[in-house]
């Protein structure tokens, strides 16, 4: 398998975001604005950052 990891920054806050679009970022493991997280480069983890990618920003 492969071992590639991703890194995902909230850049946007999620107030007055769709429910669904909150739950994602959390699924994420984002907490805070500016607050990054290494996440393994799975489909499931790229199809979340898609769901949300105007509240993100994703590296690597």
């Given at each position: 398998?492969?071992?590639?990891?991703?890194?995902?920054?909230?850049?946007?806050?999620?107030?007055?975001?769709?429910?669904?679009?909150?739950?994602?970022?959390?699924?994420?493991?984002?907490?805070?604005?500016?607050h990054t997280?290494e996440l393994?480069?799975?489909?499931?983890?790229?199809?979340?950052?898609?769901?949300?990618?105007?509240?993100?920003?994703?590296?690597?």
């Amino acid at each position: 398998m492969s071992d590639k990891t991703i890194k995902v920054t909230l850049v946007k806050s999620v107030i007055g975001t769709k429910q669904s679009h909150r739950a994602t970022v959390r699924g994420l493991g984002l907490r805070r604005l500016n607050h990054t997280v290494e996440l393994k480069d799975t489909p499931e983890v790229r199809g979340m950052v898609n769901k949300v990618s105007y509240l993100v920003k994703c590296e690597g």
